[in-house]
């Protein structure tokens, strides 16, 4: 198989983005959970107990951008609302800052990827990659050190509380 085949292959996989890199998820795994929330809804959730206002990614182009060129993490952080459950894979391209990556199933955390730091002047190819522990149906990015200062770890509860009030 030549270089352009293999390349072809590896993106029929996955879907690049400029913030993250997304597992195509499986279409018998379809939910419609999120129908109701859009791109740049702010959600209010708890996690750990604690009140967050995130703000929404959606759409395959808001989860593309992600975080990637902003200058700051706008609200309390960035939430990935995903359609399917699958494993997600994200990276640090175009990032300004360290962020805490925390994989959620659910209504609960799976796991997190603390202090994840942005890697300029490196190759696409070359920039390191972050890995849902199992198949997850959220994402949330926080400033890098908040996931440790509000006290959230696996096993965490996780609920969408609906729009910011």
Do not use: H
């Amino acid at each position: 198989m030549n270089n352009f085949l293999k390349i072809a292959a590896v993106f029929s996989m996955l879907t690049v983005s400029a913030g993250c890199v997304f597992a195509q998820p499986e279409a018998k795994n379809k939910a419609k959970a999120f129908d109701k929330y859009n791109d740049g809804d702010t959600l209010a959730v708890s996690m750990a107990g604690k009140r967050l206002n995130l703000f929404t990614a959606k759409s395959g182009p808001a989860q593309e951008q992600g975080l990637s060129y902003r200058k700051e993490v706008p609200e309390d952080g960035m939430i990935f609302l995903f359609d399917a459950t699958a494993r997600q894979v994200f990276w640090m391209k175009d990032m300004n800052f360290p962020i805490d990556i925390i994989w959620i199933a659910s209504d609960k955390v799976v796991g997190m990827a603390e202090n994840a730091a942005p890697e300029p002047n490196t190759a696409q190819r070359n920039l390191r990659q972050y890995y849902s522990p199992e198949n997850v149906n959220i994402v949330v990015e926080l400033k890098a050190g908040e996931a440790k200062r509000l006290g959230i770890k696996t096993g965490s509860l996780f609920t969408i509380l609906g729009d910011k009030k």
